[in-house]
């Protein structure tokens, strides 16, 4: 099994045990080794082989004995075991927004449940409220929740659809015959989720380069295969479009096939007005085909500079290339450090000195450190005593760093429930800088949330705003806020707003972060890591700062360490009383 494999069965064990009732304590240990093996920077074989396993955090002795014997033989006599007794059904209702293992076992328990269909039909028939501790408001709530994963269940997250599309293009760029190859569609625009994956390649002849792909080991079945095109399924779920065209055609089809729909049609009614007409396979015009080697030909063929694949949403972004005013984007590389990630001092996994080290090793300059308060209690939230000794600790390692990289201490504080924030002031004053975020009370009125956030972005201590609708992509939608409101309010008090770069949040999302930028807010694009491999997570935080028009100078952390610490050292000056 690969680790990604182990990782799953590990997770769904916890998920089997909980739905038993066993104590949360081991449940939990399965949820902190999966995310352990997810974070793994080394190959599981070979911390296997040289006996290291046991060394990760996050992973005891029993522990490295379950994932040896899974890694190794690919089976687990327990998960075996646990899997025949529960009714399948039962893990998939785990996945319903509102429910839990706990609720899942009272359904099974109360009214005999075994699938989402007998509980869609209890729900119906008015059965689940009356289970006793759920109620009326509950049984809206799991019913909100099936509706909201019918809706986005065949969508999958951008990391996921990155995941699975990496190996095969890099397969398919070097299959014989194969003289260029790129993804297309949502994947290649970078949207938050992906339907399904397009794969486009350039040969003289495609057919045998098709024939190869239909064989691929990843591939469950073959639901179309043509010529020029092949349609399967993939063995992880979503469906894989690979389309095959001759190297003359490629600038044309990799737009089309980029898309999106929107973009496209407004690209071909301007070619129409300009009497040309454009196709997936050609330009043409008046006196025959016009020859783009490339996509950035193609759009100065139309009278327009190159549009970025990013903001091919016709949100404007043909008439900036017509009049040249089209951002320069943001970039990667453009990015100097961040700011809220989590350590062992609250719910991380690795230590304060490793995180520092791979901020290092990614060429950080900076690495701002943001554990959770002392009310988010379930993720290890710090004491004001323990806030005092991490001072000290991270006063020490910056002195023993020296200048090669800087560490800032943050917090992320927990938003109240009426918008105050979860230390006194004076403690507030002590950190470098603060992150707000809500982790709790998220049914709070529209009215009353809004009020919340608004109140706890205009506090003067309060540097930036953390992950503003909770939403969780594909899981759960964010609570009820107006964000326009909390955007003119983080506006006016010199506020910043992140884009949590997790890509379970994405959050602000890019519409809104550009809506932000518009109102003169400065984004920051925080990785909301909880071990050194969630650092990698900033990738996708450029992604939607790109799908938002957003450059280098609209992002904080662009800027070079010296600019960052005084900008902090003067907190919000212009906005102080
Ligand atoms: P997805 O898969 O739902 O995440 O979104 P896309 O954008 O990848 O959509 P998909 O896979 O159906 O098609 C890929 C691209 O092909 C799409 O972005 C634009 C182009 N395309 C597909 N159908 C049409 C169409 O009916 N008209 C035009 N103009 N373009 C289309
Ligand atoms: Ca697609
Ligand atoms: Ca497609
Ligand atoms: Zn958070």
Not at 467 to 486: F, K
Request: charged share 25%; aromatic share 6%.
């Amino acid at each position: 099994m690969d680790t990604e494999a182990v990782a799953r069965t590990l997770e769904e064990l916890g998920i089997l045990l909980e739905i038993r009732g066993e104590n949360p304590f081991r449940c939990r240990a399965y949820h902190t080794a999966a995310q352990a093996l997810r974070g793994l920077t080394e190959d599981l074989t070979d911390l296997i082989a040289s006996g290291r396993l046991e060394q990760i955090p996050g992973i005891g002795a029993s522990m490295r004995d379950k994932i040896t014997r899974l890694a190794t033989t690919g089976r687990l006599e327990e998960y075996e075991a646990l899997r025949r007794e529960t009714p399948s059904g039962l893990i998939a209702l785990v996945r319903v927004p509102g429910l839990g293992p706990k609720k899942v076992r009272a359904l099974h328990e109360a009214l005999g449940i075994r699938s989402l269909e007998d509980l869609k039909a209890a729900l119906r028939a008015g059965k689940v409220a009356a289970i006793k501790g759920f109620g009326e408001k509950t049984a809206a709530r799991i019913a909100e929740g099936i509706s909201f994963l019918e809706s986005s269940s065949e969508r999958i997250r951008l990391d996921t659809a990155t995941r699975l599309a990496l190996p095969l293009l890099e397969r398919l760029r070097t299959t014989p015959g194969v003289a260029q190859a790129d993804w297309g569609g949502s994947l290649r625009r970078r949207a938050e989720t992906i339907g399904d994956l397009d794969l486009l390649f350039a040969a003289d002849d495609p057919a045998p380069v098709l024939a190869a792909c239909a064989g691929w080991p990843e591939v469950e079945s073959v639901l179309a295969q043509g010529s020029t095109r092949l349609s399967v399924r993939l063995s992880e779920g979503p469906q894989l479009d690979v389309r095959g065209v001759l190297p003359s055609q490629y600038a044309f089809a990799l737009n089309y096939f980029t898309g999106s729909k929107a973009h496209n049609i407004h690209l071909r009614r301007r070619a129409q007005e300009r009497g040309l007409k454009l196709s997936e396979y050609a330009l043409e015009g008046p006196r025959g085909a016009i020859a783009c080697r490339d996509e950035a030909a193609l759009y100065r063929a139309l009278g327009l500079s190159y549009i970025p694949p990013e903001l091919r949403e016709d949100q404007g972004e043909i008439e900036a290339a017509e009049s040249g005013s089209l951002p320069k984007l943001l970039e990667y590389a453009h990015l100097k450090g961040t700011f809220h990630c989590h350590t062992d001092w609250s719910d991380g996994l690795d230590s304060l000195e490793a995180m520092v080290e791979a901020a290092r090793s990614l060429g950080l300059e900076y690495l701002g450190i943001a554990d959770h308060s002392r009310s988010a209690a379930y993720a290890g939230g710090l004491s004001i005593e323990r806030v005092r000794e991490q001072r000290s600790a991270i006063d020490r390692l910056n002195q023993s760093l020296g200048p090669a990289i800087r560490v800032f201490q943050g917090i992320e504080c927990d938003i109240l429930a009426d918008g105050s924030l979860d230390y006194p002031d004076e403690v507030l004053a002590g950190f470098d800088y603060v992150v707000a975020s809500v982790h709790s009370n998220f049914r709070l009125s529209r009215q009353d949330m809004t009020a919340r956030i608004c109140r706890a972005a205009a506090h003067p201590r309060v540097t930036m705003l953390g992950h503003p609708t909770g939403r969780l992509i594909l899981a759960r939608a964010g609570y009820e806020v107006d964000l326009n409101e909390v955007i003119a309010v983080c506006a006016r008090h010199g506020t910043m707003i992140e884009i949590n770069a997790d890509p379970h949040r994405l959050d602000l999302d890019a519409l809104h972060a550009r809506a932000a930028r518009q109102a003169g807010v400065t984004i920051v694009i925080n990785p909301d890591a909880h071990a050194t491999a969630g650092l990698a997570n900033l990738q996708f935080g450029v992604d939607v700062a790109r799908r938002a028009w957003l450059t280098s100078a609209d992002v904080f952390n662009t800027r070079p360490a010296r600019q960052v610490a005084a900008a902090l050292a003067a907190g919000k000056a212009s906005s102080r009383p």
